[in-house]
C-alpha cells in the first residue's frame, strides 16, 4: 500500500480486521493492537481503543473479564451476533470487491 | 532490585500516559490507559520493559486516539438519515400526538420505524417508554383505589381533590407522564439520530 492511499483503506478495513480475529478465540487488547500492528493496519494501541468503542457502541462486539494465570483479569472481547453477521457480510462483499478492482486495475 | 526498577518504570509510564491522555475524551482515555496498565501488570518485569519500548511514546498514542476521534466516521446511511427525517421524526412524535391527535403520533412511529438513524432497541425503547409511563400510573391509581376502597375516608378528605373525580385526576397525570415521557425520549431521539447521521460531533 502506498503511503497515500493505506490510511483510508486501513481505516475502512480495521473493525473488520477486529471482529476477524475476535471471532476465532476471545481476545485482549494487547494481543488484538499487537496482531494488527504486525499487519501494519494500526500504528499505535491509541489507534485500537478508538476502533474498539466504536464496535461496542454499535453491539458489534462485547467485552468480558477473565482470570488467565497470575495477574489482574484481563478485558477480553468478543463478537455479539451482531458483529458475527456484519462480519460474514464483509467476507462477501470484500472477495467481490477485490475481484471486481483485479478486474480494472490488473494484478502484477 | 529488577522488581522496584520495573515497577517505577511501569509506573512513570502510566503517569506520562496519564498526562498525554488528558486531551483525549473519556471514556476512551480511560479504555486506553486501563489497555495498557493491564498488560504491563500482567507481565513479567523483563516483559513489561520490553513492551513499554513498544508502546512508544504516550504522546504518539494519545495523538492517534485524538486523531481517529477526528477523521470522519462511519454514519446512518440510506432511506430516513437524513437531518431533515430525524427532525421530522421527532416533531411529530412530540407535538404530532397534539396537532393530530393520535394520528400524528402514529406517523412519526411509522418514520422512526422506517428510519436508518436508530437501532431496533432504541425505536424498542421509544415506543413502548410512554405507554409503559402510562400504564403505571393508571396501575398506581388502580392500586390506591384498591387500598383506600375498604378504609374509612379521611375525615378532612386530606390526600384528594374534592372537585374531580379520582378518574379524572389519574386521566390528567397520566397525560402529563406522557407528555413528559415523551419530550424526554424524542430529545434522546434527536441527539442520537444526528449524532449516527453525522449532524453532530459524538462524544
Request: with cysteine; charged share 20%.
Amino acid at each position: 500500500m502506498t503511503a497515500e492511499l493505506s490510511p483510508q483503506l486501513r481505516k475502512g478495513v480495521v473493525e473488520y480486521c477486529v471482529l476477524g480475529l475476535i471471532s476465532t478465540r476471545p481476545m485482549y487488547g494487547w494481543e488484538l493492537a499487537d496482531q494488527l500492528q504486525t499487519a501494519g493496519l494500526i500504528s499505535s494501541i491509541g489507534t485500537l481503543y478508538p476502533v474498539l468503542s466504536r464496535l461496542r457502541e454499535r453491539g458489534d462486539i462485547t467485552m468480558t473479564e477473565l482470570q488467565q494465570g497470575p495477574g489482574p483479569a484481563r478485558k477480553y472481547y468478543v463478537p455479539t451476533k451482531t458483529g458475527a453477521q456484519r462480519l460474514s457480510t464483509f467476507r462477501a462483499d470484500w472477495g467481490q470487491l477485490v475481484h471486481q478492482i483485479n478486474l480494472i486495475v490488473g494484478e502484477e | 532490585m529488577e522488581s522496584d526498577r520495573t515497577s517505577t518504570a511501569v509506573s512513570d509510564y502510566l503517569r506520562r500516559l496519564d498526562e498525554e491522555l488528558e486531551r483525549v475524551p473519556e471514556p476512551l482515555a480511560s479504555q486506553i490507559r486501563e489497555g495498557v496498565a493491564e498488560e504491563l501488570r500482567s507481565v513479567s518485569d523483563e516483559d513489561a520493559l520490553t513492551r513499554i519500548e513498544q508502546l512508544g511514546d504516550p504522546a504518539h498514542i494519545a495523538a492517534e486516539a485524538s486523531s481517529d476521534l477526528t477523521a470522519p466516521t462511519p454514519t446512518a446511511n440510506g432511506r430516513g438519515s437524513s437531518r431533515a427525517y430525524v427532525a421530522a421524526t421527532v416533531a411529530l412524535l412530540t407535538v404530532g400526538g397534539l396537532i393530530f391527535p393520535i394520528l400524528g403520533w402514529i406517523v412519526g412511529l411509522i418514520l422512526l420505524w422506517s428510519g436508518a438513524a436508530w437501532k431496533t432497541y432504541e425505536k424498542v425503547i421509544a415506543t413502548l417508554s410512554p405507554l409503559i409511563a402510562v400504564g403505571l400510573i393508571y396501575a398506581m391509581f388502580w392500586l390506591f383505589s384498591l387500598s383506600s376502597s375498604g378504609s374509612e375516608p379521611a375525615p378532612d378528605n386530606s390526600g384528594s381533590n374534592p372537585l374531580l373525580p379520582a378518574s379524572t385526576f389519574a386521566h390528567w397525570n397520566a397525560l402529563i407522564v406522557a407528555v413528559v415521557v415523551n419530550v424526554a425520549v424524542a430529545a434522546w431521539l434527536l441527539i442520537v439520530g444526528l449524532r449516527r447521521t453525522g449532524h453532530i460531533e459524538p462524544r
